[in-house]
């Protein structure tokens, strides 16, 4: 096998690019993107309003304000963009992107921009000029017979949501934790997850159509075909499959895509277990596992620690009034009052009303022997963590979560470390044991929860801080970057991160991932328009 053409300097990523970057008069801390000259990027805006109407273009400080809200820490301000422009069209992205390559200048595709703790509309690496989808919201297809739906990156959940409502369409979306305002498509494409049976995300995506870095437009699937009746409702094609390499990657602006819906069941029954012990959890995952993987719980299970679960709803002084990592005690305690045990297990059972009787026979028989207390929501009315989850359990809107930003206090501060291990209850000891070592030294509480898909457990640890106070946020930063090596070092990788990491938790994946990713991005954008440094991917 003959080795790739890659330029090793490729792989060290965006950290070059803003070593190279050059600052930009009159916009303090603000960087141009290597290889941009001013005259560049003033030429970039001048052309971009004449494909985007002047209002939706953004060139200097004040008007790209909107844009640089981020909850991840970003001490230097490394990763405000340097301008926005929102097409409304598949045609004006067409014409911007080919814009950009004639003056060089990177864009940042974005749908809505609402993923908090993963960067919002901030960039990977400095100079780049926001590419925001949110006014291409056109719900393009519902099929009510298939179930699937073709979307624009502007959709929201709440948009799509509303137009089954209004149509009195009996299918269910399936939606990440802010909902409301998230795009399917933008989710998908970062590989988020739900809370319904459909919440692997990109398992139900079924077609693209993608603007390529040199303007071509790409249909996969089966959406190439002279009559693409099947585009959503088979996602394979023919030959190599190409839908995933347009996740979390930034080889191309995904401008529509195809989605599967689930039909309502006639039953949906959501329960809660509840352990008193943090040492339960890994009893509760080895009970969990056999029965995720038989699909007797057909859902994505999440086992909520109390600390997370009380930042949803609490200042943290509410809980503890010391500067120093509420202990797990405190949290003990603070959670009995609310009704919650150290660790909430939180599944649904869907189906006929017998399927449901029967399942539930095993699901009980297992957490009773481990000690879990099992509830039903007629046994826990009145609990806003239970409403809460059961809510998204059924495809439900909600924006509670957003709760957590405000945990130190006015400032939001927010980054998602979300590690992955086999889903083995002798995985969590370690995990947990680590987070906390590593929290700890810089001052951080431990607020995490854990997930599990079918085979694989997710440790979703969220960094709590207050982004007001530049020195908490230079030791955010530090404490994010030794999550991701330390937890790397043991094989627990992150599967998604905000901007501040892209670069770091990619090293986690070894050279020869980034060398065929890098390859795949010189092939596809010799220019390097398109997000330089998403994903760690040069």
């Known amino acids: 096998m003959s080795s790739l053409p890659i330029d090793r300097r490729a792989l060290l990523g965006a950290s070059v690019a803003g070593a190279a970057a050059l600052t930009l008069a009159g916009c303090k801390g603000t960087t141009l993107a290597p290889g941009v000259s001013k005259a560049d990027f003033a030429g970039f805006i001048t052309a971009a309003k004449s494909v985007v109407e002047a209002e939706w273009v953004a060139g200097d400080a004040a008007a790209v304000k909107p844009w640089t809200k981020t909850y991840v820490p970003d001490p230097g301000g490394r990763h405000a963009p340097i301008g926005a422009v929102a097409p409304a069209s598949v045609e004006e992205v067409q014409e911007l992107v080919k814009i950009a390559n004639k003056f060089k200048q990177p864009l940042w595709p974005v749908s809505t921009g609402k993923n908090m703790g993963y960067g919002m509309t901030s960039t990977a690496a400095p100079g780049q000029v926001v590419l925001d989808l949110k006014r291409m919201n056109r719900i393009i297809e519902v099929d009510p017979e298939l179930c699937t739906a073709l979307v624009e990156p502007g959709v929201t959940y709440q948009q799509l949501k509303d137009y089954l409502v209004e149509n009195n369409l009996p299918l269910w979306i399936d939606v990440p934790t802010v909902g409301p305002i998230v795009s399917p498509v933008g989710n998908t494409l970062d590989r988020g997850v739900g809370y319904t049976p459909y919440g692997e995300h990109f398992m139900v995506q079924c077609g693209m159509e993608v603007v390529m870095a040199d303007g071509q437009i790409l249909k996969t699937g089966m959406g190439s075909t ?222 995490a929860a854990f997930a599990i898909g079918s085979r694989e457990l997710h440790h979703i640890i969220a960094l709590l801080y207050d982004k007001s106070d530049p020195e908490e946020e230079k030791r955010a930063d530090a404490c994010y970057k030794e999550l991701v090596t330390g937890f790397g070092d043991k094989g627990w990788a992150s599967y998604r991160t905000g901007v501040h990491a892209m670069d770091l938790v990619a090293q986690q994946y070894g050279e020869v991932n980034r060398a065929v990713n890098a390859a795949i991005k010189q092939a596809l954008d010799p220019n390097h328009i398109l997000a330089p440094g998403k994903s760690g991917i040069a």
């Open 226 to 447: 002279k009559n693409p009746s099947t585009w959503q409702a088979f996602k394979w094609g023919y030959g190599p499959y190409l839908d995933g390499i347009f996740t979390q990657s930034n080889f191309g602006v995904v401008t529509k895509m195809g989605m599967w819906l689930m039909p309502a069941p006639p039953v949906y029954k959501p329960f809660v277990v509840r352990h008193r012990n943090m040492g339960d959890l890994s009893k509760i995952v080895d009970a969990m596992r056999p029965m995720r993987i038989s699909n007797i719980i057909p859902n994505v299970v999440l086992m909520m620690g109390a600390g997370y679960q009380l930042a949803m709803f609490n200042r943290r002084g509410e809980v503890w009034d010391k500067a120093e990592p509420v202990p797990d005690e405190a949290f003990q305690q603070a959670g009995e009052k609310a009704g919650l045990g150290m660790w909430n297990t939180y599944f649904a059972l869907y189906g006929t009303p017998g399927m449901i009787a029967e399942n539930e026979k095993i699901v009980r028989a297992a957490f009773e022997a481990i000690g879990g207390e099992v509830l039903t929501e007629g046994q826990i009315v009145g609990n806003p963590y239970f409403h809460h989850h059961a809510t998204l359990m059924q495809g439900g809107l909600s924006l509670e979560e957003v709760g957590l930003a405000r945990w130190k206090g006015a400032g939001g501060g927010l980054a998602w470390f979300a590690p992955v291990a086999p889903a083995k209850g002798g995985e969590t000891e370690g995990q947990v044991a680590l987070a906390k070592e590593i929290l700890g030294k810089h001052g951080f509480d431990y607020t």
